[in-house]
């Protein structure tokens, strides 16, 4: 039975529903996950403050960045709209890690680049005002549905928590960026009408 085979017989896949915790932080880590088909977000709590370090769409690794630091996951992870979950054990994982030196170096790029997108996304939402941090996501949310039209997976309170700013903020942004025609918004529908103007909203707020 070739690595591929094995991985698939030895897995079980779990079905979340839109809002339900995938993992919570502090369980111990026995399982890597991953998602096949849907969205979730990767939080951590530091000093009771809840900080979303990255989206992660279909065919991406669940904090699998921590999974090998510690015992127990220093990460939350939340489906943000029906999610399929691959879980891989970890026994099996790590063998294959050892037995497989090629699999071992794709695994170890992909953990340094997702590793290099946390830093920066981290550091940019950290050093933009409200304006600037709101249209990162919404650039972000354009990435993942690969459309300047979707449907907002989120509520404006999980907006604002994705963009670092407060609920208020959040609202009133995102209504200056419909009135002055960059965006088009109702109810949880945006269309990007001017993605040229957040790209420098990103760049200058």
């Known amino acids: ?45 530091n000093d009771s403050k809840l900080s979303t370090l990255k989206l992660l769409s279909s065919d991406s690794f669940v904090g699998i960045m921590c999974s090998f630091a510690c015992r127990n996951l220093d990460f939350s992870a939340v489906a943000l709209e029906d999610t399929t979950i691959r879980m891989i054990d970890m026994d099996l994982f790590l063998n294959l890690i050892k037995e497989n030196g090629e699999f071992a170096l794709r695994l170890m790029r992909h953990m340094s680049s997702l590793t290099n997108d946390i830093m920066h996304r981290t550091s940019r939402i950290a050093s933009k005002n409200v304006e600037g941090s709101l249209a990162m996501i919404l650039k972000e949310f354009k990435e993942i549905y690969k459309s300047n039209t979707y449907t907002l997976p989120v509520t404006r309170v999980g907006l604002a928590s994705l963009a670092g700013c407060s609920k208020e903020s959040a609202i009133n942004t995102l209504a200056k960026f419909h009135n002055d025609g960059i965006i088009h918004l109702k109810d949880k529908s945006v269309s990007l009408l001017k993605p040229e103007s957040l790209e420098l909203i990103i760049k200058n707020g």
């Open 1 to 45: 039975m070739n690595q591929k085979s094995l991985v698939e017989k030895s897995t079980s896949i779990l079905r979340f529903a839109k809002g339900e915790t995938i993992i919570k932080q502090g369980f111990v880590a026995s399982h890597i996950l991953y998602i096949e088909k849907g969205l979730a977000k990767l939080d951590v709590t």
